[in-house]
């Protein structure tokens, strides 16, 4: 996916509808059918929480498989200031 949430959370829907659907999804959570298909919709934003119960169930259910590869990737300084001066300002809060 590269970072493009739009076509990974409209692929997990997809998955979603043609495996066990919202309803056994949302049974099996304990969260409301339109509240699960709201999550995963175009605007939707699930909570880690809930996206992670998700991948599990389905995992249990039809066993999935999700990988994650980790990156580093270079901080990003606010424009103007010195690495070391954000740094600091980190370490405060």
Same mark, same amino acid.
């Given at each position: 996916? +590269?970072g493009? *949430?739009?076509?990974?959370?409209a692929?997990?829907?997809?998955? !979603? /509808?043609?495996t066990? &659907?919202f309803?056994?999804? &949302?049974?099996?959570? &304990? !969260? =409301?059918?339109?509240?699960?298909? $709201?999550?995963y919709?175009?605007?939707? /934003? =699930? $909570? #880690? @929480? /809930?996206? *992670?119960?998700?991948?599990? $169930?389905?995992?249990? @259910?039809?066993?999935?498989?999700? $990988?994650?590869?980790?990156i #580093?990737?270079? %901080?990003?300084t606010? =424009? &103007?200031?010195? !690495?070391?001066? %954000?740094?600091? +300002?980190?370490r405060? /809060?």
């Amino acid at each position: 996916m +590269e970072g493009d *949430l739009p076509t990974a959370k409209a692929q997990l829907r997809d998955y !979603i /509808n043609a495996t066990v &659907g919202f309803a056994h999804l &949302g049974q099996a959570l &304990g !969260i =409301p059918v339109k509240s699960l298909m $709201r999550m995963y919709g175009p605007s939707g /934003n =699930p $909570r #880690a @929480d /809930n996206l *992670l119960a998700a991948l599990a $169930r389905l995992k249990a @259910d039809t066993g999935l498989a999700v $990988r994650v590869d980790a990156i #580093a990737v270079p %901080w990003q300084t606010q =424009p &103007g200031k010195p !690495i070391r001066d %954000w740094q600091r +300002e980190c370490r405060k /809060n």
